[in-house]
Structures are given as C-alpha cells and as structure tokens.
C-alpha cells in the first residue's frame, strides 16, 4: 500500500510548533500561579481565623464569656482538630468543598476547647475566578502571538528555501551564470546561506566541468579537421567504382560530424552572435525550403516582417527539414503563421525521451544509425534558436500522438541583445 505523506508548509510548521510550545508553557504556569493563589489564599484565612480565635480565648480568660462567634467543645469540630488540641497545641484546618470552611481551635485546659469557623469571603473565591479569566485570557493571547511569531519566522525562512530552489532550478536548466545566495538575499544569515553556498560552489563545479569538456570536444573537432579533409580529398581520387563511393560516402559523412561537433562547441560557449537583417519570413522559408526539399509543401498563412539572422534561420529550417524526412514520413509540411515557423511530418513522431527532455547529442531515435545521421541536428537547431532569442518546441500531432512529428519556431518580437538573448515575453501554448 502505498504511504499517505501530508504536505505542508515549514511556516505552518514552525507556527504550530512555536504555538504548542507556548500552550504548554502558559498552562504550566497559569496552573502553578493558580495553586500558589489559591494556597496563598487559604493561608491567609487560616491565620486570620486563628487570630480571631486567640482574640477571643483572651476576652474569655477575662470575661468567662465566647465572643466573636466561638464555642466551647463545639461537637461539629472536625476530628483532626481535636486530634491536635489534645496534644495541647493550637490548629487551623480548612474543610473542602466549593465553598471552603475555615477552622481555628485553641486547647483551654482541662480538655476544653475554644473553636470557631467562618466560610471563606466571597470576595475570595472571586478573586480566583478573576485570576482563572485573566490567566485564561493571557494563555489564548501567548498561543495566538506564538503563531504569529511563527508564521512571521516561518515565513522568512520559507521565502528564502522557495528562492533558492527556484535558482537551482535555473541551474538545472543550464543556466550556470546564476547563483543562489544572490537570489536568496537577506540581511539575516541562517542555514539557507549554507545550503546556497553549498549549491554555488557545485554549480561552479559543474560549470568547470562543462566548460572543459566544451573545451575538449572543441579541440578534438579541431584537430580531427585537417586529417578528415585531406581524407576527403584522397578519397575523390579513387578510381569509380562502388568501393570507392563508399569510401566519399563515409568520408564526407566524417566530415560532416566534425563540422557539427565544432559548431556545437560554439554554440555551448555562447559565444555566437546573431547578423540581423529585416526579412519577410513567408517568402524567405518559401525560397529556402523550396532549395533545401523540393518535395516540401509550403505554405505562407499570415506575412510578417522579422529582425533576425537569416544564415542562422536556414540552419534552423535545414536541419527540422532533414530530421523529418529522414525520420519521418511523406509528405513534409512547412507553414508560415506570423513569426511562427512549423515543420509537420507525417511519420511516427518524435521519441518520449525528446518530448520530455528536449534534443540530445547522438540520440537518433533510431537503434541503426548508419546513414541516419548523428543526433545533432535538433541539438544545432535548438542551440541557433538561443542566438537568435527564438523558442524551439517539440510535439506529435493526433489525439494519440501517432499523426507525425511538429517541431514549432517562435520567432520573437525584438531584436537580440548583445549576449544573443531577447526580452522574456509572453508566448501563446504551441499548437
């Protein structure tokens, strides 16, 4: 069976945390003060029962008379009383009940004793009830303060976490540049700023890393770039023949994933710049779809005028093209909709893994890669898009997703700025 997990909030946490702390805290005292009035109370009346009650045993040493409301061997006199004026010594005792009674008794000798009792004032036990309300009052105000307190505290240290994992969101998303403890901010330093710390100095660490693979591949391509054109250059010398094609083929095929390899170094760097020129989109992917597949079908919905660099926009619209005629099916549909660019096959559509994890170098979708490419031409074609500030989205067409592959460019309202982005804007759901 799988476990019931209730999620909440570290405020809400921390809230009723702090509140039942301060609950516990004012009944603990509110019942400690109570008991102490209370003792304190019937301490008093005792003495003052037994003051009065020693006032009287004088007045009747002179007088022979009770006075003040004493008896002499008064037969209601509780036992323990008269347990201890036997043995000669003078006792108060207090008779429970809602209205305690109060008892005094004196031993007068010859196994007389004066006695006399009187129920607790009135004003007394209102005074505990008075203290009962206002101690009641106190508890309900320290608990809802507690919370406040809690939630405020709470709050703060809330805020912090869901900043912070908002820039390690960012950081997942390739965004290396950013750093938690600046987004997280504050002048109050807790264990948020070593966890931000924490995640920083792993996304430096991962940046390095990155970087010098970068590096790496980049260096290799380069390299592998002057063995592989002199490879394709011996390889134009052959005499015809099969063999000898086969030999062009796979030379011009190295080649190819050389320049590629390179040109995705670049564009990881990011380090291109876009060449804007101002192009009617339509006509431009008219004439350089009609170049790159003949067997296209183009059609222009709505014109529109775009800043962008056009060497980079038929990269983008090469490689869409490419990927769906080589993995998918006839016929392969370009459209022109505004700044929306869209390319439609109708083979079996894209793989779950790039629907849900975007483009990914040397992942074909396809188990046989001879002849089918290396992967990075949806990685190039996303990668242009960056420079060009333009969004690349992926989705099958059909209700169960089987009705062929679309892959939709949004091209953006404004000009690129210096660092090859554009403004955040609001785009509408692909469709």
């Known amino acids: 069976m799988k476990r019931l997990a209730l999620r909440t909030g570290i405020r ?35 003495e003052v029962q037994l003051s009065q ?3 009287a045993e004088r007045m009747y040493d002179t007088t022979k008379e009770t006075k003040l409301g004493t008896k002499i061997n008064d037969p209601a006199l509780p036992a323990p009383l008269r347990a201890k004026t036997k043995e000669g010594r003078r006792a108060t005792l207090v008779d429970g ?18 006695s006399s009792h009187s129920r607790l004032a009135g004003g007394g036990t209102a005074i505990i009830d008075d203290l009962d309300r206002a101690l009641l009052v106190g508890s309900a105000a320290v608990v809802v303060c507690g919370s406040a307190l809690g939630i405020l505290i709470g709050g703060q240290i809330s805020r912090r976490l869901r900043k912070a994992a908002a820039a390690a969101g960012r950081v997942a998303q390739g965004h290396t540049d950013v750093r938690v403890g600046t987004a997280i ?9 070593e966890l931000a710390r924490a995640v920083d100095a792993l996304t430096d660490a991962l940046g390095e890393r990155i970087e010098a693979e970068r590096r790496v591949t980049a260096d290799i391509a380069h390299e592998l770039r002057t063995p592989v054109t002199g490879l394709v250059t011996a390889a134009e010398l052959l005499p015809p023949g099969r063999p000898s094609e086969l030999v062009r083929d796979r030379a011009q095929a190295i080649r190819t994933l050389v320049e590629d390899v390179l040109e995705v170094a670049r564009l990881d760097s990011a380090s291109e710049r876009a060449e804007l020129q101002e192009i009617a989109l339509g006509e431009f992917v008219e004439r350089r779809a009609g170049a790159l597949d003949p067997e296209a079908r183009v059609s222009v919905l709505r014109e529109s005028w775009v800043s962008t660099d056009p060497r980079r926009l038929e990269r983008i619209l090469g490689n869409l093209l490419t990927n769906a005629k080589k ?16 390319v439609r096959d109708h083979g079996p559509g894209f793989p779950e893994a790039l629907l849900r994890e975007g483009p990914s170098r040397f992942r074909t979708g396809t188990s046989d890669r001879a002849g089918q490419g290396h992967g990075l031409g949806l990685t190039i074609a996303a990668g242009q898009a960056r420079v060009l500030g333009a969004r690349l989205t992926f989705r099958n067409a059909g209700a169960d997703g089987t009705g062929g592959a679309v892959a939709v460019l949004w091209l953006p309202e404004h000009a690129p700025t210096t660092t090859g982005s554009f403004p955040a804007i609001t785009l509408p759901d692909a469709t």
């Not at 809230?15 to 301490?43: K, P, R, T």
């Not at 901010?185 to 700023?193: A, L, M, Y």
């Not at 993995?327 to 869209?342: I, K, N």
């Open 12 to 46: 809400w946490k921390i809230s009723i945390a702090i509140a039942a702390v301060g609950a516990l805290i004012a009944v603990a005292l509110s019942l400690v003060v109570h008991n102490a009035a209370h003792v304190s109370m019937l301490d008093n009346a005792r």
């Open 327 to 342: 993995h998918g099916g006839s016929p392969v549909e370009v459209s022109v909709e505004g700044r929306v660019l869209r």
């Open 97 to 114: 009940g809602k209205v305690p009674v109060i008892w005094a008794a004196v031993p007068l000798g010859n196994g007389t004793v004066l």
């Open 185 to 193: 901010g504050g002048v109050v330093r807790d264990e948020t700023d």
């Open 53 to 55: 009650t020693l006032f």
